[in-house]
């Protein structure tokens, strides 16, 4: 079974940095798409990056090109995601995912494991 753990949340002020990990296991994800998105109190989930697993395709929502980056250690089978000069607004639970490979790469329902979330709140 597809087990996704998330790491590196925490508090920091804007401007800072943070790397997010996802640690996956219990499946073959050389055909896999992985995602990160994240959830703001009182907002639906948002889309912020993905990457396929063959191949490193990546794709990042407008609202963090520039400032979050995706990748992913095949060897380690994790995904990170680099998040650069943190915004206030950038303050969510964030969330990895993970299905099989799919142009709807930007849509929660093209995914078909989660993790549980890491906190990430930024103060300004």
């Known amino acids: 079974q597809v087990q996704l753990a998330e790491s590196g949340g925490g508090l920091v002020q804007a401007g800072a940095s943070l790397r997010l990990s996802c640690a996956a296991s219990?499946?073959?994800?050389?055909?896999?798409?992985m995602g990160w998105f994240r959830q703001a109190p009182g907002k639906e989930r948002e889309f912020v990056a993905s990457?396929?697993?063959?191949?490193?395709?990546?794709h990042h929502a407008d609202s963090v090109k520039g400032r979050f980056t995706i990748s992913r250690d095949i060897d380690k089978n994790t995904v990170y995601l680099q998040m650069n000069s943190l915004k206030p607004e950038d303050t969510a639970d964030y969330f990895c995912?993970?299905?099989?490979?799919?142009?709807?790469?930007?849509?929660?329902?093209?995914?078909?494991?989660w993790g549980q979330g890491t906190q990430v709140t930024v103060s300004s």
């Open positions: 219990g499946g073959t994800f050389s055909s896999y798409r």
């Open positions: 990457i396929r697993w063959s191949g490193g395709f990546t």
């Open positions: 995912a993970a299905g099989r490979a799919s142009a709807y790469y930007s849509s929660p329902g093209a995914y078909d494991y």
